[in-house]
Every structure is written in structure tokens, then in C-alpha cells.
């Protein structure tokens, strides 16, 4: 009886120490796990807890990798040589302590020393390591890793217990340590994205009626140039737009927003620059489960520079329809042209210039001369004025035309020509491009009423991918920049969007046609270039010209023409035009000079009278664009019964690409409408003199160079449309 009361006090005792040793356990690992500290320096402090409490020898707690089926050593408690010793990574079925991690069951030993699985059971024997546990850190039925201690006494059921209760504290203390770090690397990663990105995000607080500012990117400085302090509400924000477009944006947030559930909208934003850029919003409104509206998200961008692209396109758009009504009715305009200027002509050589008459009739020819350089105007303009480019350096062409301009801008005018030296080639036709700086030239002088500076700068220059993006005609690559600037009175920028259009004049009646700088736009587009323009009221203006450079140095001249005495003939030409005066004024013209003309209006006309005809045919003259069949595939079925039969072809829709390419070879003999009697009787003389050794090396090209069939039909149905 003694013995055993003196037992129950002991176990008692005993029991209550065990309780408290758990229980401190406990505590220390829940304080341990609660640290602001990285993951392995909490595992140490739990496992140093663990060994002290329990009087183990070494305690290891180990993670499983999130990449892949290995268990990683991140805390060990014990001896300095154990634990310098320790494997660093097992994997998930190695030893025993991968086995555990495989069947996600505890182990527990008492004979440590039979157990030929354990790792470091070398160390065990040596240290007198009896006993050895491992467990499994569950988180819900998964595993996130695994403890293990060594003990130099036997394990018991409390011991066991206790393990077991801390391992579980241990696994959700892990598990949510990574969930947490998980989520800041998240939230780095979106804050990283955000404040690198140029949208701004946004979220607003819906409360009844009212709407205010609940959270903002801060990226919105970069935007703006304000900062979220500085950004109050949305009535601040509203408050910025600009006026003209309040009323589009309060139709489209709150009511179309609350309405719809989602809305965009685009409107012009001052931002602390005191500049307007354009931006996009777009909202969507979110509802609590009740179905009331409880949160607006939404973003906002920069499209301002989205806005000058389109608006470059549009304006491309309306240039080309413009374009494409100049061209046709230009084309007309050279038939009527050619009639009224070549019958003046005709009639003016014959009544002399003594004759009472002759003045009206002169004054009838300059009247349609100058029709038909408005006329080239707007071909140039369309561009579908044949060019005949050549490579040439602009340094030299401004050069040439620095003494003719300073006559043409006036002695109040300071002209200043920089050239830069090592100026690229450009290919261009040279007669274009004086016409550019003409033209501009002309405008600064007008621009300059009182008096003022004109400098041409030329300069070498590579557009790179910003450059293309920003102007949408621009191309990559090597140019030269011919910069024109004045010190005149510039222009708003509702003139600028319309200078380019065609009989757009802010002159008065009578000074100018409006052409002037459609047709430097036709020339620096037709040029594979592009041209911005620079100006405010009271400011001047500056023209920045782009033109791609050629790839080779060197330079050709320009030939110059020379007046000769007006060539006669005697040879037969057959004459195919579908429009009645113009042929009349032609045959007249050609039989006035010697030659013999069969006149033909439609195809089948030319087509019988070459068949009939007994004599020789020496030179087929014909339209480019007839009904039924063009002057191209006229004259290849005429050769074939006539094969020395020489041609030249005449059109009055000169489109290069169109008329060159789809329809004639770039050496074809060819006559431009309008055209007079003399220049008709030059162009049949030079076609006449063209040799067989010419033509033959023509038809032995390769078939690369001779219009595909289907393509010369397309062609064929473009210009008769």
C-alpha cells in the first residue's frame, strides 16, 4: 500500500510534466510559425523546440519540392556533425523517409540499429541513437513534407502522440506560409505588370447613386502626369476632359455603363502638362448577389498616338478617292484638250500671225494651255503622271535652282540652302522634283507678305520602327529629309488637315488654284515618300519631306532636249482612236506634215483596213483604251499579218503603273495627252526610226518581263471602268 502511493504521486507528477513539456511544444512552434521570418528559419525554431521538449537527439523537418517528387532538408536540431552530414535532397520513395513521403504513413522504431533503410544510421549508432520516428506533414490529405527526429531513449505512446499533434501544426503552419508566399509573389508579379504597363487600372465603389474612387494604379503618373493623391473622385477626373467631348462621356458613363453593364469611352484628357492626349476607358459594371450595382472595374490607355494613325489613314483614303476622280476626269480633259489646243494650232498656222483673227485665236490656244497644265496638276496629284526617274542628288538639283529662286521669292526674302555634304541618290524625276520646291517655295514666299527667312536644309536619315509607326505611308530604312521652312504666318490645324486636297486655297480670288501643294503631295507619294508638315498661327510653317535613298552613288544627268526643225514624212500610218474630234485634229495634223493616214474609229475598222489595205503600213498609231480589245492586243494581231509594223500607242490616263506596266513596256514609243500637232509629228517621226534590232531585243526578254494575261485583262477592266 505504501508502494504504491508513493507510485501514484510520482506518476501523476510524471504526467503532469509530459503535459506541460507538450503544451510548450506547442506554443513554441504556434509563436515559432507566426514569425515574419523565411520558411527554413521558422522550420529551425520549430525544430529546436521539438528536440528540447521531447529530448531528442536530432530533429529534421523537410518540405516537398513544388517542382518535383523530392523532398528538400530545410531545418535540422541536434549535433553540428549530423547535421553537416545530412542528405539535402531524397527523393519521394528513397530511404525510409522517401517511403514515408510515398505512403504518406508514420513510421515509428525502436530498434533503430536493425533498420537498413535509415540514412544516417551510421551517425545513429555512434551518437547511441535507439529510436527513430518519421511523419508525414499533411495538409487535407496532401503532402507538403516530412518530420523525422532520432532519440536516445525508447519512443512511447505520448511521445509518439505529441510528435504526431505538432507535426499537423507544422504542415499547416508550411502550407500556409507558401499559400501566403505564393500570393505575394502574385501580387509582386501584378504590381511588377502593372506599373510596367501603359493601361491604367482602376476600381470605384458603387453606393446607391454615388460612385467614388476605391483603388488606382499607380502607373496613372506616367499617364498623366498626376498621381493617385492628386486624383480625388471621378467628378476631378471628369473635370479634365476636355469640352467638346463631356457630353459624349457623361452619355456613355453613368448611364450607358448602369444601362448596358459595360461601356467605352474616347475623349481627349488634359494632363499636367496642360496638353490633351487621347484616351480610351473601358468599364464594367459588377452587382452583389442581390443584383445591385456594387463596383465599377475598369482601365484606361494613351491612343493618342492610335488616333493620329487613323486619322493619317482617312486622310490616305480621301487623298486616293480624290485622286482617283481627279485621274478619270483629267483623262477626259486630255481628249478635249488635245481637240481645242490642236485645232488652235492648225487654224493659228494657217491665218499667220498678221491676220485680224490670229490674236483671239492665240488667246483660245493659251487658254487651253493652261487647262491642260491644271490638267497634268491633277494627274500629278492622282499620280498618274508618267515620270521619268532617274537617280540623281538633290544637293546639285537645289544647286541649279538656288538662282531661280531667289528671283521667284523677291529681295525681302533671305533664302538659306543647306546641303548637306555626302548627300544620298535619290530616284526621282528631276522636273518633279523642282516642281516640289517650286511649289513650296511659292507658298513660303506668300505666306511671308512683309518679308521673312526661307531655309532648305537636305539631310541623310534612317526611319526606324518608331518613325513607320507613327506616319503611315512610311517605310524602314535609309532617306534623305528635304526640309522647307518659313518664318510666315503659319496655320491652324484645321487648315493643315485640308492643305494636300485638291482647289483647297486660303488665298483670295484669282491668286492661286489650290493645286499647289496637292500636287507636291502626288510627287513625294508617287516618289515612295511621305511628307509631314509642322506650323501654328504667327509661328511659320515647315514642310519635312521623306524619300527613300537609292542604293548606288552614282548620279545620271538629265538630258536636255533641243528644239529642231519639225520632221516630215511620207510613210502610211494607220490612225485608231475611238474619239471622233481627236482624230479628225490628228489626221489633219499628220497629213499636214507628208504622211498618208487610214483613219479607223473602232477595232474592227483597223483590223479590215489592214487586211485590205494593198500597200505597206508603217506605223500603227493607236488609243490605249478602246472598247473590245486594247491598243496592245491590236497591234499584236496586226503584226501578225504585218510584222514590220511599227506602233505608238497614245493615252490620256497615263497611270505609270497601270499604263507602263499592265498594258505597254517601259520602251514602248508613247504619246501623252493633250498633245500638239508637233509634238505628234516628233513622236511619229522617232517611232518611225525605231530598229529591228531594238524591237527583237525587246521580244527575246525574258517571259518575267511580259505582262501575264490575266493580269493585262484586270488592267484592261480598270482603265475602261
Wanted: glycine share 6%; proline share 4%.
Amino acid at each position: 500500500m505504501d508502494t504504491l502511493a508513493q507510485e501514484l504521486p510520482h506518476s501523476t507528477e510524471q504526467a503532469l510534466r509530459e503535459r506541460i513539456r507538450f503544451t510548450t511544444i506547442s506554443a513554441e512552434v504556434g509563436l515559432a510559425l507566426t514569425e515574419s521570418l523565411a520558411l527554413p528559419s521558422v522550420l529551425e525554431h520549430c525544430a529546436e523546440s521539438i528536440r528540447r521538449n521531447l529530448d531528442a537527439g536530432l530533429v529534421r523537418i523537410w518540405t516537398l519540392s513544388e517542382a518535383e517528387p523530392i523532398l528538400e532538408l530545410q531545418a535540422s536540431a541536434g549535433p553540428r556533425n549530423a547535421i553537416s552530414k545530412a542528405p539535402c535532397r531524397v527523393a519521394v520513395g528513397q530511404y525510409r523517409i522517401g517511403k514515408v513521403a510515398e505512403e504518406c504513413l508514420p513510421f515509428f522504431t525502436n530498434d533503430l540499429a536493425s533498420d537498413a533503410y535509415i540514412c544516417d544510421a551510421a551517425w545513429a549508432k555512434s551518437a547511441g541513437m535507439i529510436a527513430w520516428a518519421a511523419y508525414p506533414l499533411l495538409m487535407e490529405n496532401r503532402l507538403v513534407g516530412v518530420m523525422t527526429m532520432h532519440t536516445p531513449q525508447s519512443l512511447n505512446q505520448a511521445t509518439r502522440e505529441a510528435f504526431a499533434s505538432v507535426a499537423s501544426q507544422i504542415a499547416l503552419g508550411i502550407d500556409r506560409r507558401r499559400s501566403d508566399e505564393a500570393l505575394r509573389a502574385a501580387q509582386q508579379r501584378l504590381q511588377h505588370v502593372v506599373s510596367t504597363s501603359p493601361t491604367v487600372l482602376f476600381t470605384m465603389a458603387v453606393e446607391g447613386e454615388a460612385v467614388r474612387s476605391s483603388w488606382l494604379s499607380e502607373n496613372v503618373r506616367d499617364l498623366t502626369g498626376y498621381s493617385t493623391e492628386e486624383i480625388a473622385s471621378p467628378d476631378w477626373w471628369r473635370g479634365q476632359i476636355h469640352s467638346d467631348d463631356v457630353a459624349s462621356s457623361d452619355e456613355k458613363f453613368p448611364h450607358e455603363l448602369f444601362a448596358r453593364g459595360r461601356t467605352t469611352i474616347k475623349y481627349r484628357f488634359r494632363c499636367q502638362d496642360g496638353a490633351y492626349r487621347w484616351f480610351r476607358s473601358e468599364m464594367r459594371l459588377l452587382r452583389d448577389e442581390a443584383g445591385q450595382p456594387c463596383e465599377i472595374v475598369g482601365s484606361t490607355s494613351d491612343i493618342t498616338e492610335h488616333k493620329l494613325l487613323e486619322e493619317q489613314f482617312r486622310q490616305a483614303q480621301k487623298m486616293d478617292a480624290i485622286g482617283r476622280l481627279a485621274g478619270g476626269v483629267a483623262h477626259d480633259f486630255n481628249n478635249l484638250l488635245t481637240i481645242i489646243c490642236g485645232y488652235g494650232d492648225l487654224v493659228h498656222e494657217q491665218l499667220g500671225d498678221e491676220h485680224p483673227m490670229s490674236e483671239l485665236v492665240t488667246e483660245i490656244t493659251r487658254a487651253g494651255h493652261r487647262a491642260s497644265g491644271l490638267t497634268r496638276q491633277l494627274l500629278t496629284f492622282s499620280r498618274k503622271q508618267v515620270v521619268a526617274p532617274v537617280v540623281l542628288n538633290l544637293n546639285t538639283l537645289l544647286g541649279d535652282m538656288e538662282k531661280m529662286l531667289r528671283r521667284l521669292i523677291g529681295e525681302d526674302v533671305e533664302l538659306l540652302v543647306k546641303a548637306k555634304r555626302g548627300l544620298k541618290m535619290i530616284t526621282a524625276d528631276p522636273g518633279q522634283m523642282e516642281q516640289v520646291v517650286m511649289n513650296l517655295a511659292i507658298n513660303a514666299r506668300d505666306a511671308m507678305p512683309s518679308g521673312g527667312k526661307l531655309t532648305i536644309d537636305t539631310a541623310n536619315i534612317e526611319l526606324d520602327d518608331d518613325h513607320v509607326r507613327q506616319h503611315a505611308a512610311a517605310r524602314p530604312g535609309p532617306h534623305i529629309v528635304l526640309t522647307i521652312r518659313d518664318t510666315g504666318c503659319g496655320m491652324d490645324q484645321a487648315t493643315q488637315a485640308r492643305i494636300f486636297e485638291p482647289f483647297f486655297t486660303t488665298k483670295g480670288p484669282d491668286q492661286g488654284t489650290g493645286l499647289g501643294l496637292a500636287t507636291v503631295y502626288g510627287i513625294v507619294t508617287q516618289s515612295g515618300g511621305h511628307i509631314d508638315v509642322t506650323s501654328a498661327p504667327n509661328h511659320g510653317t515647315t514642310f519635312t519631306i521623306y524619300i527613300p535613298a537609292h542604293h548606288s552613288k552614282r548620279s545620271t544627268e538629265r538630258a536636255k532636249s533641243q528644239r529642231a526643225k519639225l520632221p516630215r514624212g511620207t510613210e502610211t500610218i494607220l490612225l485608231v482612236e475611238d474619239e471622233d474630234g481627236l482624230r479628225r485634229f490628228a489626221r489633219l495634223a499628220l497629213e499636214k506634215h507628208g504622211y498618208m493616214v487610214l483613219e479607223a474609229a473602232r477595232v474592227s475598222d483597223a483590223l479590215r483596213l489592214c487586211e485590205q489595205h494593198p500597200d505597206s503600213i508603217h506605223l500603227l498609231l493607236t488609243d490605249v483604251v478602246m472598247p473590245a480589245m486594247n491598243g496592245r492586243q491590236l497591234a499584236e494581231r496586226l503584226k501578225q499579218q504585218r510584222p514590220d509594223l511599227k506602233v505608238l500607242y497614245m493615252s490620256g490616263y497615263t497611270d505609270d503603273e497601270i499604263v507602263r506596266q499592265g498594258i505597254l513596256y517601259f520602251d514602248t514609243p508613247f504619246l501623252q495627252k493633250p498633245f500638239s500637232a508637233a509634238s505628234l509629228s516628233q513622236k511619229v517621226r522617232d517611232a518611225l526610226k525605231v530598229s529591228n534590232k531594238r524591237r527583237a531585243n525587246r521580244e527575246r526578254r525574258p517571259s518575267a518581263e511580259t505582262p501575264v494575261s490575266d493580269a493585262s485583262r484586270l488592267t484592261r477592266m480598270r482603265l475602261q471602268s
